[in-house]
């Protein structure tokens, strides 16, 4: 049988369709397509892909597992090193990690392994198992960690599984961090997805306390002197938005990403007033950044009714830091692409509203230290585009109240927490960080991957405590 | 869940709440606030601390019915639970011993937020003067609680039903009139108030410290709808303040942010609903 070059087509909704719903773009491979997914996969002696995982999932292994129908083996092979296989398999940038190094990539399209994975994951979530709780020896130790995101979640239920009694401390009313207030329904649906993987880390026994801020209601020393926590994970995220500080931010209808998406994932603003949190959104929006955050934020403001909404980014459709499916899926809805523009200003009527959001052209010139050619402004190009709603989606930085009330945990120039990169070990005993707080704004998996390698280091950490 | 212990209403639409929120209690201060949401479906409400009680493991909120949700929060009664209640938050006031004069300003139900400061500085040893605005003797609330923490207390309305006739800044005036010298203010109410006495101090050089409340989600520094102008930097009102320097503060732009939403929600106001949510319309 000859090799398709091509991956077998993910089934869609109709971008006409989905553009006006929250429902999920992306509707996931029947067995028969996977089976077939599969057999693409040449089980190279040596894999490549693996080395693109942040995680090393063993993924020749469940993908022949995949191959031979034994869809409970290849989910199980998956969980020994991620916890979180639905999400990841929805939202990894894959075509930067493991399927970059899949050989068939070379002449052809890479094997599609975020489509197995997410296929093996729903196959296993469907099925409903009974999670066994763990059963904990009378002096288990206790780690405390900070946010249920995806660095949090992914640390706890290693350190569950290791027999340490793990209590989540969420900020906000839901646990799931970006995961809850982030990404959107459409492309990771809360209830079928996301509060599944969260009631299952429940049921294994971690407990989660939501509404709790660490650093105002309580501060770490007083978790590790009072309430007899043994060591703490800060997996705190990416906090704060940026902005651009450019003249009329302050405006009415500027929203940072983070605001516009929590409103509407985290406090479903789409269904106001049957859910009491107002979003504004208008005929035109547009969306500053090119990055995964402003393509969720663009095709929500589409969800939500606008009629026309741009991408505004300085650089070029090469530079674009959001994944290609991302970017695919938007340009099929009708997002409108304006590359190598940046905003200058946000002009706003006399009620101050947003009314236009003055832009500049863009020509890309030498390389700069990221090593994409830097855009400069083209004198004279100004323009204005008539818009009701500006998103900000330049990224963010780490939220200050962890690392300013806890003495003796030091922070990098940027404010974020300083970390071993293998370990997470922080400057102060018992305590590691992972995720965006140590790293700025990254990706779910990479997160996922620091909550992962440091439950190690405070498995080895505790179990030379005891001793 | 967390259980409501007391309810009064103040006066029409304004209500007092105590919380039951042992933690939260146990390390509130004066100047923070806490946000809470009625249900699953409810808006995230940012409010100002009134008042902690550290033994009962209560919190007390002040607040006015201005929309649907706190119209809904005004609805529970004593006994019921609201689902989320998360705090302390925001930077607690700056209060020591030795700050000198301190006039507490209250205007409307921005007399609760700044009674827990008024204690501070008064328990601190400071000389405390308070004034307090409201609109009619009917309406004023607060009185008892801030003359017991207060070395002298001022009244305004605006129709001169009780105290001075007309507003905080008349009373202010009177102070400086009669060479009270001030070393701070600290002035909590609605923008346009907390920009007058801002403006009737700064000729005369006096600190001026505002609370801000201005629109928020998370409260933490994440969804940054709170973000204000302060001199040249843009703050976010949550993790930075809620307190800034009010010499400082950009009151146009606040004010208009305050407004953002308000058309939207006037129109869901004239909507009836059919399945007995809203209450009276």
């Known amino acids: ?467 | 869940m967390f259980k409501i212990l007391k309810k009064m209403e103040l006066s029409p639409g304004v209500f007092h709440f105590d919380i039951e929120a042992p933690r939260v209690a146990k390390k509130a201060l004066p100047g923070q606030f806490i946000v809470l949401r009625v249900n699953d479906e409810g808006e995230r409400i940012p409010l100002t601390i009134a008042d902690f009680d550290r033994e009962k493991g209560s919190i007390t909120i002040i607040f006015q019915v201005v929309g649907a949700s706190t119209q809904l929060l005004s609805q529970r009664e004593a006994g019921d639970s609201i689902l989320d209640f998360v705090g302390p938050l925001g930077q607690p006031s700056h209060i020591e011993k030795g700050m000198g004069t301190i006039v507490c300003v209250g205007g409307g139900i921005g007399v609760a937020p700044v009674y827990p400061i008024a204690r501070g500085m008064h328990e601190a040893g400071n000389k405390v003067i308070s004034i307090m605005g409201a609109k009619s003797k009917d309406i004023l609330i607060f009185e008892k609680e801030m003359r017991a923490v207060s070395d002298e207390v001022l009244v305004t309305t605006d129709d001169g039903s009780y105290g001075i006739k007309g507003f905080v800044t008349n009373a202010l005036q009177q102070l400086v009139d009669r060479g009270e010298k001030i070393d701070q203010v600290t002035a909590i109410g609605p923008g346009i108030m907390m920009r007058s006495v801002v403006e009737a101090t700064r000729p005369l050089g006096i600190k001026t410290i505002v609370s801000l409340n201005p629109i928020m989600v998370d409260g933490t520094g994440m969804c940054g709808g709170c973000r204000v102008q302060v001199g040249d930097e843009t703050k976010f009102a949550c993790v930075d303040g809620p307190e800034f320097d009010g010499h400082l503060v950009d009151f146009g732009s606040l004010m208009s942010r305050g407004r953002m939403y308000r058309e939207q929600e006037a129109e869901e106001k004239d909507h009836v609903c059919r399945i007995g949510l809203g209450g009276e319309k």
Not at chain 1, 185 to 201: A, S, T, Y
Not at chain 1, 272 to 281: G, R, Y
Not at chain 1, 292 to 301: I, L, P, Q
Request: proline share 5%; with cysteine; aromatic share 6%.
């Open chain 1, 1 to 467: 049988m000859a090799l398709s070059l091509e991956k077998h087509k993910m089934p869609e909704q109709d971008p006409k369709v989905r553009a006006h719903n929250f429902d999920e773009v992306a509707l996931g491979y029947d067995e028969e397509t996977a089976v077939a997914e599969a057999n693409r996969c040449l089980n190279c002696k040596v894999p490549q892909c693996r080395k693109g995982c942040p995680v090393q999932v063993d993924i020749p292994a469940f993908i022949s597992k995949i191959k031979e129908k034994d869809f409970d083996s290849a989910i199980s092979i998956i969980k020994e090193s991620n916890s979180l296989p639905a999400v990841c398999g929805r939202v990894c940038p894959q075509e930067n990690q493991c399927e970059k190094h899949c050989v068939l990539g070379i002449k052809g399209e890479a094997v599609g392994i975020g489509r197995l994975e997410r296929f093996a994951a729903d196959c296993s979530m469907a099925k409903n198992e009974e999670i066994q709780p763990i059963q904990y020896a009378a002096d288990a130790q206790k780690v405390a960690v900070i946010g249920a995101g995806p660095a949090g979640l992914s640390a706890a239920g290693d350190l569950a599984k290791k027999g340490y009694k793990v209590t989540i401390f969420e900020a906000l009313h839901t646990a799931g961090g970006v995961l809850s207030y982030g990404i959107p329904e459409f492309r990771l649906p809360k209830d079928k997805v996301v509060q599944k993987e969260i009631e299952n880390l429940e049921k294994l026994g971690v407990d989660i306390e939501v509404n709790s801020v660490a650093g105002r209601l309580f501060t770490i020393d007083e978790l590790m002197e009072e309430e007899g926590f043994d060591a703490v994970f800060v997996g705190t995220g990416a906090g704060l938005p940026h902005f651009m500080g450019i003249p009329g931010e302050n405006l009415n209808g500027v929203y940072s990403a983070n605001e516009f998406l929590t409103r509407c994932n985290l406090m479903k603003a789409y269904d106001f007033p049957n859910h009491a949190t107002p979003i504004h959104v208008g005929r035109n929006v547009a969306v500053v950044g090119g990055g995964n955050v402003a393509m969720d934020a663009a095709r929500t403001s589409l969800r939500l009714g606008a009629e026309h909404v741009y991408i505004v980014y300085r650089r070029s459709e090469e530079e674009l830091p959001a994944r290609r499916e991302e970017v695919h899926h938007a340009k099929e809805e009708g997002i409108d692409f304006r590359l190598l523009n940046n905003p200058v200003e946000v002009i706003g009527d006399e009620k101050g509203s947003v009314k236009e959001l003055r832009c500049i052209r863009m020509e890309l010139g030498e390389p700069d230290a990221s090593g994409r050619r830097r855009p400069i402004p083209v004198k004279g190009s100004e323009f204005n585009l008539p818009v009701d709603t500006v998103i900000i989606a330049i990224g963010t930085g780490p939220n200050p109240i962890v690392a300013s009330t806890t003495p003796g945990l030091d922070t990098t120039k940027r404010g974020n927490i300083a970390a071993d990169e293998e370990t997470g070990a922080t400057s102060k005993p018992g305590v590691f960080a992972g995720g965006d707080i140590v790293t700025g704004a990254a990706t779910v998996i990479l997160a996922m991957g620091a909550g992962k390698k440091a439950a190690a280091a405070i498995d080895e950490y505790l179990k030379k405590k005891r001793s």
